[in-house]
């Protein structure tokens, strides 16, 4: 069972429903629509970059590697704001998640579809697919890569190597709750000290022409769909990674465009009956280890 705090959060999530019904999300229209022309730039393994990894997927068992990989431009951006901006105040990256498969993207879904629906019976369908879309990606539409399986997404936070912990930016990674959006500490009332980090983190993350996303602080974007659509550039760079593996010193790595679409329409039909996407939920969500935790195996590894 979800201990209390956990459960507040869920209530949270819901009463945030109202807050989105009133106001658009800027990057919500659909991306799949855009056009793709992948460029095949490699990807390149996060640990060989002075951040802080903390597979926080494979931590919890839905992801079956430890190492975390996103495309090389992506990883070089961030490597200069580190540099440029962050190292000098005793700041470096923290990434919990970059590029991932779409079955991994299934199961995290799932689990937050368990997590509403389970604490929400009542909610009208269309209104929980709403919402669980919200933050999560489906996973199980043949023409719509999620941004993760792309390796152009990254989820992040900072770490205070002065005093050895994690920056407060108002929200926990995956914590799904009103003050998860990039904006809420912009709300008369709400932490300066907060809203100063997450303006920093826009504008310099802005400068090297990476995207982040309305509802989630943590979750960037360079070279997607999703930010093709939001830059107005003339089309995404960067497609579906349908795997990524290290051997020896390359990374060997599989482009969805050399799949057919037959095979591509197989392989997500699977995926979709794969999916226990029952409501009410017919069981419940995996409890989950804490990113503390996550970030204490991390750092005794590091």
Known sequence: MLDSAHATRVQDKLSWLQFQRMSSLPNRPDFARVTLTECREPLADVSRYPFLAVPVYFRNGWSATKQLFARRSLLDKLARVQLAHMAPRG???VVYDAW???TVQATI???YWREMSRHAPDLPLPTLREQ???YVS???QAGRTPPHSTGGAIDLGWWDMHRGELCDMGSAFDEFVPAAANDFFEQPGQDASIRQRRRELH???SEEDVIGDDAEWFHKEYGTQRWALRTGAGSAVYGEVLSCRQEGRHLRVQWAEDEDADARQKRVQ?????LDLSHPASKAATRLPTIDACLELA???A
């Open 109 to 111: 879904y799932q689990h």
């Open 203 to 205: 504008q310099w993350l």
């Open 299 to 301: 750092l005794d590894a």
């Open 132 to 134: 669980v879309g919200t």
């Open 138 to 140: 489906v996973p199980d």
């Open 100 to 102: 991932r498969p779409r």
């Open 270 to 274: 699977q995926l979709r009956e794969a």
């Open 91 to 93: 700041l470096k990256w």
